[in-house]
């Protein structure tokens, strides 16, 4: 699942005329990148979901058809949050773990092939884990970005917690049991990061370092950042 769905105010004026995910990248909408790497990865069914501008969404992107993918919309009408759209979404998503990621990040290099395996159902030992045991969520966090310096989660042995060092930033993309999101009633507007926590404290929640090339396109200065010609070294 790719989540489109917000307004980006900080983006402002661009996102008055066009959605956030559309804007472009080095030549490429923002979503294009995500799309071609799961497809790449063999992920082919995709759900996105979107409120703002969402039919430039659906005309731009259409079924999914040219990128090798098969695109399934959830139109929100009003964006509802991370974990309301996830919820509005749990009947395209079926029964088995998904991977989940923000449609405003560039990580042009994040091999998907690696979200197959997070969530594991047995132990190291290949033993069956109690459905209790098993990790619900598994979350790929990165360096602290400049606008983020106190991080979001710590890591101790690919185990989650909400406090710790070094504190590390949620990148925006995790796996997901569907379960974990039983609290949230379809339709309703929920944000993913209390969920997280909750779990977290509770020692649901795995995860692990992503140190490629990873931004959060928030502002446009981040934006034009990216965007910048490449200069060449001199000699």
Known sequence: MIFAAGRGERMRPLTDTCP?????????????????????????????????LGRMIEETLGDGSRFGATITYSDEGVALETAGGIAKARHLLGEEPFVALAADIYCPHFDFEDVKTALQDN???????????????????????????????ALYSFSVANEGEPMLTFSGIGVYRPEMFDSVAAGAAAKLAPILREFAARGRIGGEVYRGD????????????????LTKGTH
């Open 20 to 52: 956030k995910p559309l804007l472009k990248v080095r030549g490429r909408p923002l979503i294009v990148w995500h799309i071609l790497n799961l497809v790449r990865a063999g992920i082919t069914d995709i759900v996105i979901n979107h409120a703002h």
């Open 123 to 153: 132990d190291v030992w290949g033993n069956p884990l109690p459905p209790e045991q098993r990790d619900l969520a598994w979350l790929y966090l990165v360096k602290n970005p400049p606008h983020n310096p106190g991080g979001d989660f």
């Open 214 to 229: 990873w931004t959060d396109v928030g502002t446009v200065e981040r934006l034009d950042q990216l965007n910048a010609p």
